[in-house]
């Protein structure tokens, strides 16, 4: 893939299964592969799984990682490229989507983390930073029965935050 030798995070994803091992051999210039037995199935590709790396290998060489990904889906063939931090941080569509979230932290301040993986038209999540250590400590204690004397006793004797 270009870009590899300087860029840790020259990398996309895909597989070459069964169901869209046609689309992979042709986007990858082997039509040939489709119909020969040496390549037509997954038993018959493992004695030719690394000659079918280094010719994925090939395809890949002048390209980068986004332009490999855009030819693969034109084939129809599930694929992603492999993001860094740094990308993952700036990628609008992450943002978008709420996958990475920006949150605001008492004293931490403002920083990235990851959203809620899962996303329903009636369930939005907020999603904001973490508490302090200890800043719901009288809360919790007043709603397990705790009165206000008890609870500054358990902070004098350093029980609790």
Known sequence: MQG???DPNAYIYFTIQEQNWKRTAEA????????DPEYN?????????????????????DKTKYEAVDILRKWEVPCA???SMKELAVDPDMR???TIVEVEQKERGTYLTVGS??????????????PLLGEHTDEVLADLGYDADE??????GNVVV
């Not at 990858?28 to 119909?35: A, R």
């Open 117 to 130: 993986p899962v996303k329903f038209s009636a369930f939005q999540p907020e999603i904001i930073g973490a």
């Open 151 to 156: 609870i500054r006793k358990l902070h004098e």
């Open 41 to 61: 199935t997954a038993r018959a590709r493992q004695s030719h799984i690394f000659e079918i790396f280094e010719e994925i290998e090939k395809w890949l060489a």
């Open 28 to 35: 990858i210039g082997h039509p040939e592969w489709v119909e």
């Open 81 to 83: 490229p492999v993001l």
């Open 96 to 98: 978008a989507s709420g």
């Open 4 to 6: 590899w030798e300087t």
